[in-house]
């Protein structure tokens, strides 16, 4: 998205078109500047590849794919899979494809991606993960990164029944890695520290077992409540929304950062300088790989973003 912002704010009349596994087509169009999104659905075609229903779908997509000619197709992602994507796009006259020349550290670059390329951007091995797209960008059209990232997010105008009328906090404890979650002691603490808010902590799950957890979680605090099962753009609007998200190292704790919604990321099994929010003041990254902070450490941060907003 702060590719997106980039290249409008050079080139207002740009089209932008985006190709994007189904599930995220809802997020993608929250960026304003992007045309058109394409829907992609690897995931679930691969299930039913001898569907005739499933086959036409990929036809639609081959075809809404190749209905423009561009100028520019990028793929910032680096995977065999985006490489083919990258391939099947059309080109103007004079047109070209770019992409990485190379991985960053611990990423799952697929250096075959690149026999889809007409250029192909070095990168630092050590690059943020949204700086690694735009610096793609800004070499294929000769501009520089000079500022912090913009995500031109636009908010949801959904009122959920489970949301307070008052300001909430939210813990986005759950991922798909085990060494990546902070223990529940840790978040149980956290709370306690946080009843001076008087403000409700609201536990979103996305499994089975992340349900159970903050069931488990809830019973030793006072002041949470576990929310049902959200949708993608229900918890879009929960971390859009909050007055406070404390969370570890995964996609919506990304997407209340984006909105620059006061944020403490907490890193604990992975690398703090590749996704790290650090395009506002308002989100504070704790730990590192390797390194889990404290409550201690989340209640300082908690209280610095408190006299941030008092001023």
């Known amino acids: 998205m702060p590719m997106v912002d980039d290249i409008k704010a050079l080139y207002p009349n740009a089209q932008i078109d985006w190709v994007v596994e189904e599930a995220y087509v809802n997020l993608v169009k929250l960026q304003p500047s992007v045309n058109k999104v394409i829907a992609y659905a690897q995931r679930r075609w691969r299930k039913s590849l001898g569907n005739k229903e499933t086959r036409a779908e990929i036809k639609h997509f081959y075809r809404t794919l190749r209905e423009e000619a561009y100028d520019f197709i990028f793929d910032t992602q680096g995977l065999l899979k985006t490489g083919i994507i ?22 799952g670059y697929e250096g075959i991606s690149r026999i889809f390329h007409d250029l192909s951007i070095p990168v630092d091995r050590r690059t943020h993960a949204v700086l690694r797209g735009r610096l793609v960008a800004a070499a294929a059209l000769n501009y520089q990164v000079d ?14 029944d489970w949301m307070p009328a ?31 808010t008087e403000w409700p902590i609201l536990l979103p799950w996305g499994s089975a077992a992340e349900k159970l957890e903050a069931e488990a979680m809830a019973e030793h605090m006072s002041n949470a409540q576990v929310l049902p099962k959200l949708s993608m753009q229900e918890a ?17 704790v990304h997407i209340a950062a984006a909105y620059e919604t006061p944020t403490i990321e907490i890193y604990c099994d992975s690398p703090k300088w590749k996704t790290e929010g650090n395009w506002s003041d308002k989100i504070i990254n704790l730990g590192d790989k390797g390194s889990p902070p404290s409550v201690a450490e989340v209640e300082i941060a908690f209280e610095r973003l408190l006299a941030k907003k008092s001023n």
């Open 147 to 160: 500022t912090p990232a913009s995500f031109g997010l636009q908010k949801l105008d959904l009122q959920p």
């Open 236 to 252: 879009t609007v929960l971390a859009q929304r909050a007055a406070l998200v404390i969370g570890v190292d995964t996609g919506l």
């Open 86 to 107: 990258m391939g099947m796009a059309r080109k103007a006259p004079n047109g070209r494809k770019v992409g990485l020349a190379n991985g960053t550290e611990g990423s």
């Open 166 to 196: 008052s300001p909430y906090i939210v813990f986005f404890h759950g991922t798909a890695g085990e060494s990546k979650k902070w223990p529940r002691n840790n978040w149980i603490g956290t709370a306690r520290d946080l009843q001076v």
